[in-house]
Structure formats: C-alpha cells, structure tokens
C-alpha cells in the first residue's frame, strides 16, 4: 500500500509565500509522476504543477512565473514553493503520483489535502 502525507498549508496573508511538501510512503519502486492539483470551494479540481522523475516541468498558467515545483527522488517528496499569494490561490492543495508498486504495477495515489487560506 502506498500513501501520501502532505504538509505546509495553513493561513497566508496576500502576498506572501508557503511552501508544501508531500512524501510518498509504502512499497514504492520508483514515481514516474508528482505533482500538485488544487480544488477552491464550488469549483472543479485543477492542475497546479507536476514533475517527472528526470526534472521536466509543467505549471498551470495562473501560477506560472510564482510557483516551483521540485522533488527529492532520494526521499520520494515533492515540493511546491508559492510566491505572491493572492485570495484566488486559497484552496485545498492535493499531492498526486504515478507509482510503480513493488506488484510490478502504476498506481496513481492522492493524498489527503493540505488547506491554504491567503487572506488578511
């Protein structure tokens, strides 16, 4: 069994910076994919950041330029640093990742979701 255990979410006051992390845990081989999806009251979930496992990129256009999304393959944690945070940010944040599980298979696996609040 694999899970995901997020961190870092809380109140942020517009403007300002957090960052999130999430670890990958279990009968883990490798993660082809990580990455970040976020879901605000009455909308529909959507993609912040993703990472693969060489280091490519790719970023959703309303956190472009302010975002970066990083892993650490050593310890199966990828990270999200947000800057200049602004009310629309405010969301659930939700760590995604494509396993391959010690049965030989890919699982995608979601975390629990972290709460960030940008508010004054």
């Known amino acids: 069994q694999v899970q995901l255990v997020e961190s870092g979410g809380g109140l942020v006051q517009p403007g300002g910076s957090l960052r999130l992390s999430c670890a990958a845990a279990?009968?883990?081989?490798?993660?082809?994919?990580m990455g970040w999806y976020r879901q605000a009251p009455g909308k529909q979930r959507e993609l912040v950041a993703v990472?693969?496992?060489?280091?490519?990129?790719n970023y959703a256009d309303p956190v472009k330029g302010r975002s970066t999304i990083s892993r650490d393959n050593a310890k199966n944690t990828v990270y999200l640093q947000m800057n200049n945070l602004t009310p629309e940010d405010t969301a659930v944040y939700l760590c995604?990742?494509?396993?391959?599980?010690?049965?030989?298979?890919?699982?995608?696996?979601w975390g629990q979701g972290t709460l960030v609040t940008v508010s004054s």
């Open positions: 995604n990742a494509d396993i391959l599980t010690v049965r030989g298979m890919f699982s995608e696996v």
């Open positions: 279990g009968s883990i081989l490798w993660i082809r994919q």
């Open positions: 990472i693969t496992s060489n280091g490519s990129t």
